[in-house]
């Protein structure tokens, strides 16, 4: 599976992006979804992830009711739809996807395939 992730840029506080993660392969229906991100010399940190039909969803707290994770499996693309954004929020944003049943896991390291990443950065 390759994964290529879209959408970052230069934000002012308060502002939204939507971020994409287009996949290649045939059976992306059948993975969950994830995304995660990154600071310098920091841990990859959990954002949100999506269950393989898009009916289980879960956020890390620090952006429940402002990030919005979602998928089409038509389109072999998930998303995330980022509002209220706050300069916190800075980092590079990667997607990830995870070819064995691992719920909505928040550890990276059970993630097998992932985007190269694109990078959100919020202005205050």
């Known amino acids: 599976v390759q994964l290529q992730a879209s959408g970052g840029g230069l934000v002012q506080a308060g502002g939204s992006l939507r971020l994409s993660c287009a996949a290649s392969?045939?059976?992306?229906?059948?993975?969950?979804m994830a995304w995660f991100r990154q600071t310098p010399g920091r841990e990859r940190e959990f954002v949100a992830a999506?269950?393989?039909?898009?009916?289980?969803?879960q956020y890390a707290d620090s952006v429940k009711g402002r990030f919005t994770i979602s998928r089409d499996n038509a389109k072999n693309t998930v998303y995330l739809q980022m509002n209220s954004l706050k300069p916190e929020d800075t980092a590079v944003y990667y997607c990830?996807?995870?070819?064995?049943?691992?719920?909505?896991?928040?550890?990276?390291?059970?993630?097998?395939?992932w985007g190269q990443g694109t990078q959100v950065t919020v202005s205050s």
């Open positions: 990830a996807c995870a070819a064995d049943n691992i719920g909505l896991s928040p550890r990276w390291y059970e993630y097998d395939y």
């Open positions: 392969g045939r059976t992306f229906s059948r993975y969950v």
């Open positions: 999506i269950s393989w039909n898009g009916g289980s969803t």
